[in-house]
């Protein structure tokens, strides 16, 4: 009697319980039914505004990069044929040209151009990933973007990001070929280049969307490489040593912020192979200002400050777009 | 369309007990205030392109719930008003609001109240269905656990709920256009813009676009603004405006404005207009016009007054139409000549749409 009268009196505060707190386990479908019965007309609210939906929106837009990515297979491959002709043809011949190695353990020519190419392919990578944004503008699906109650910025950090990723990946593809040209797979040296790539990958993605958001055309992809990538890319050291060149050229490459990236990879690879000090102090002896080497920190602090600079100059050209 | 009191669907207890429920009653509250407010309020929108004057000072108010139609010829400035609405232009002069919000100062309040549907496509061809809606959902800041439940409700409308998988780029226009339309309301916008949302469409499709939009009223308590130049489309609009030539000609219900021309129109072909034209004048005292090839004009009872034309006109008559009063009669009565007319002398000042221009970049 006692434990019926219980039972009789606990069922229906059970189930009024139940009702205003539904199973924590089924999230979705618990809050799904009261939602529609409720009312058969559903109710109008209030998007956005708020830090959390910005960076939900700094989320969604690195997502879709890495999605249209990945479904862009063809893409992948055939980003890697132009590193993989760098370093396996020029690198080749250039190598047979100059007729030895770099010292013992096999290490040529191409062993000095392995980071450079690996940079090489986050430059083409990176940008090739942000200027698609000039892409979206002609196919409108900027203006879904920019329509949205989010901060241009979000979606600046969202697409710089994406575009990082993406060109880090594709350079990982390019780092495992690394014992090819007898770089050894050392886990502190591929540690610290898959860092160096990330920092000059977010750099020039900043670059890029910074370009991008004062492009109208789709043609102005071909002078963004001409005048700004292939230089970026020859002056920066990724084929040929800075030391030793004529003035003019010297000064031209201590302006480029890629060489202050290829410079420290160049040096952690060169830290891992065997070659003789002359050798090493011709192929990689560091930047140097006036005769002062840069030292390796200073090398990567500037070009996180770099980098810092281009994000923000493109989320302030993002947010005087319309 | 009556007003139902609503209650905020957000504000339900959350499942998993998300952050979302502290900043609910608030939002509710706003919702629930708002629902007396004019949903759309413009006070002489003027909006020039250069020496084009695209709008010049047009005046109107929607109420919340409503679903009002811009009515014109391609070039009358319905998209050039409606991009001002919708933030995206700013106005010469003139003040305009939506959900209470001022759309120059309020720009950003304005933006996380309504929902677009352009008349270009916006969508990532190269995403599924689902996953531009995810992305939408994602921009406007959807709850999470409604996401999911919430895409399926729009697909389900707008009947892709089986392609939901598929690539955007395999989609015909049609379809792309309904999965914009779905996603237009996937935040739940309080006034959804719709620009010429069958436009270049097949017949059988706009029929479809239709239903969707007839279904959305029933099911949605949001304000539908839509424009189109395709006369019995605005059928379905509580009420219109008829542009032309950047300015509101004429603003009332599809019922009223067609009572308001009152008469049947007669349309007849013979081997000499003119000499219709002046017979018509001289025994009948009407003013006809031509329209479209034929000799038009209005009487009030047409079937009792053809046997007098035809025994009393003195021209010999090829054919003859008599039509109840259509939209179409109603803008050629407020403008003198058939939308059709008015699109093809209409066309060059399509230039001063900022649609056209984006589209032709």
């Known amino acids: 009697m006692d434990a019926g009268e219980a039972a009789l009196s606990r069922a229906p505060f059970e189930e009024v319980a139940h009702e205003a707190e539904p199973s924590p386990r089924a999230p979705g479908s618990g809050m799904q039914a009261p939602g529609r019965h409720r009312a058969d007309l559903a109710a109008v609210r209030v998007a956005g505004g708020r830090w959390q939906d910005d960076l939900r929106a700094v989320a969604m837009v690195w997502r879709r990069e890495l999605i249209r990515f990945s479904r862009n297979r063809l893409r992948i491959i055939t980003s890697l044929v132009q590193p993989v002709l760098f370093l396996f043809v020029l690198g080749t011949g250039l190598s047979s040209l100059m ?45 879904e973007m920019l329509v949205a109650p989010v901060r241009r910025g979000a979606l600046v950090v969202g697409k710089c990001a994406g575009g990082a990723t993406v060109a880090t990946i594709q350079a990982l593809i390019m780092l495992a070929l690394a014992g090819l040209v007898h770089v050894p797979y050392s886990p502190s040296l591929i540690f610290t280049l898959v860092g160096e790539m990330v920092l000059a990958a977010v750099m020039i993605t900043a670059l890029g969307t910074a370009l991008a958001s004062r492009m109208a055309q789709v043609e102005s992809f071909q002078v963004v490489m001409q005048f700004v990538v292939l230089p970026l890319f020859f002056l920066s050291g990724a084929l040929f040593p800075l030391r030793s060149l004529p003035t003019w050229l010297a000064v031209l490459t201590k302006f480029d912020p890629l060489a202050y990236v290829v410079d420290p990879m160049r040096r952690a690879v060169f830290d891992h192979v065997q070659a003789a000090p002359a050798v090493r102090t011709l192929f990689a002896g560091g930047v140097t200002w006036n005769g002062w080497t840069v030292p390796i920190g200073l090398e990567l602090g500037l070009t996180a400050v770099v980098a810092a600079l281009f994000l923000g100059i493109a989320i302030y050209a993002f947010g005087k777009t319309d | 369309m009556a007003l139902v009191r609503l209650r905020y669907p957000w504000s339900v207890p959350s499942a998993t007990g998300r952050r979302e429920i502290p900043g609910a009653p608030a939002r509710a509250d706003e919702a629930g205030s708002a629902e007396s407010e004019t949903a759309i309020e413009a006070r002489d929108l003027v909006r020039r392109f250069g020496t084009i004057d695209a709008v010049r000072g047009v005046t109107f108010e929607v109420a919340q719930g409503e679903t009002f139609g811009f009515l014109g010829p391609n070039g009358a400035g319905k998209s050039t008003t409606i991009s001002m609405l919708c933030t995206l232009l700013t106005p010469t002069s003139g003040i305009a609001r939506v959900a209470g919000y001022d759309v120059v100062a309020d720009r950003a309040e304005v933006r996380k109240r309504i929902g677009l549907v352009f008349q270009d496509t916006t969508l990532d061809d190269y995403l599924t269905a689902q996953e531009n809606l995810r992305f939408h959902a994602e921009l406007y800041g959807v709850p999470r656990s409604q996401t999911g439940p919430r895409i399926d409700d729009v697909l389900e409308m707008v009947g892709l709920a089986d392609r939901r998988g598929s690539l955007v780029r395999t989609f015909s226009g049609g379809m792309k256009r309904r999965l914009e339309i779905a996603r237009g309301l996937l935040h739940s916008p309080r006034v959804l813009f719709l620009d010429e949302p069958t436009v270049g469409l097949d017949p059988q499709t706009r029929t479809h676009i239709w239903g969707y939009i007839g279904e959305l009223r029933k099911r949605e308590a949001i304000t539908i603004f839509l424009t189109t130049h395709y006369m019995d489309e605005a059928e379905h609009c509580d009420r219109i405006a008829i542009m032309d030539g950047g300015q509101i000609v004429v603003e009332d219900t599809p019922e009223q404005l067609k009572a308001s021309v009152g008469r049947d129109r007669v349309q007849i072909s013979t081997p000499d207009d003119e000499a219709a034209i002046a017979a018509l004048r001289e025994r009948f005292a009407l003013d006809a016009t031509m329209s479209e090839g034929m000799v038009a004009f209005y009487v009030a009872h047409g079937e009792v007054f053809v046997p007098r034309l035809f025994a009393e006109l003195g021209v010999p008559i090829k054919s003859v139409s008599i039509a109840r009063p259509t939209l179409d009669d109603v803008f050629m009565n407020y403008t003198g000549r058939t939308i059709r007319d008015a699109e093809a002398s209409g066309s060059e000042r399509m230039a001063a749409s900022p649609w056209m221009r984006a589209r032709r970049r």
């Not at chain 1, 392995?114 to 900027?142: K, N």
């Open chain 1, 99 to 143: 007729g030895r190695g770099l010292g013992a353990g096999g290490s040529d020519f191409k062993t000095f151009m392995f980071p450079g190419v690996v940079a090489m392919t986050v430059l083409f990578t990176a940008i090739f990933s942000s200027v698609s944004i000039v892409w979206d503008r002609e196919f409108g699906f900027l203006r």
